[in-house]
């Protein structure tokens, strides 16, 4: 299995954001590499510049992708299936559309804050045709941004509904009492993170 896993945070989330969890990974015995970007971009270039990104490791790696970060694991692993990887994790990522995203973007300064990705939260169906593990946390503590502009119609972690991380394909999924911020610092996330990679399954 690649010993190597590419870190990708969310939009508003800085790459230092993801180096505690780098931080145990790399004692897990992985090589870890956080990936940088601007997500307020178009999400079609941050798409291409993930794929020059997974091409330039030149060797397999696995995926590990938060909110936005998630988003644009799936779709880039999903556009790019010749990309050699090992397994990908999405951990509280609206690949099936955000309803905060939405009621963000009805005004003016939400969408001065998303900036151009606003166009990939729109209701969609996700699918991983992959045959590679593809496992999916999502939080269930309501304990975010979304909270603001109101309350969510169903189990969500402040932010992102626990509907809107399903994918079509996955191999597994798990539910954890973790706001959608805190789902990057969580030991319980670390410790389901070590069990997919490691075989596949957070089981």
């Not at 799936?74 to 397994?87: N, R, S, W």
């Not at 609206?94 to 606003?118: A, Q």
Request: with cysteine; proline share 7%; net charge positive.
């Amino acid at each position: 299995m690649p010993r190597d896993v590419v870190l990708v945070p969310g939009l508003w989330m800085p790459v230092a954001g993801f180096w505690p969890l780098a931080r145990h990974l790399r004692r897990a015995g992985y090589i870890p590499h956080c990936f940088d970007y601007r997500g307020r971009d178009s999400f079609a270039a941050s798409v291409k510049q993930l794929e020059r990104y997974a091409r330039a490791l030149g060797r397999p790696a696995h995926f590990v992708g938060h909110s936005l970060g998630g988003v644009l694991v799936l779709e880039t692993l999903v556009a790019h299936p010749d990309l050699p990887i090992g397994c990908a994790v999405l951990l509280g990522a609206p690949v099936d559309g955000c309803e905060t995203g939405r009621r963000l973007g009805r005004t003016r300064i939400g969408r001065w804050m998303m900036g151009r990705s606003f166009e990939r939260w729109q209701a969609r169906t996700a699918e991983w045709p992959r045959p590679e593990p593809l496992g999916v946390v999502a939080g269930t503590l309501p304990l975010g941004l979304g909270r603001i502009l109101g309350a969510l119609p169903e189990r969500n972690d402040g932010v992102v509904c626990v509907s809107e991380t399903e994918v079509r394909g996955m191999a597994d999924r798990a539910l954890v009492a973790v706001g959608h911020s805190g789902l990057i610092f969580s030991r319980r996330v670390n410790a389901l993170l070590d069990r997919f990679l490691a075989v596949g399954r957070f089981g």
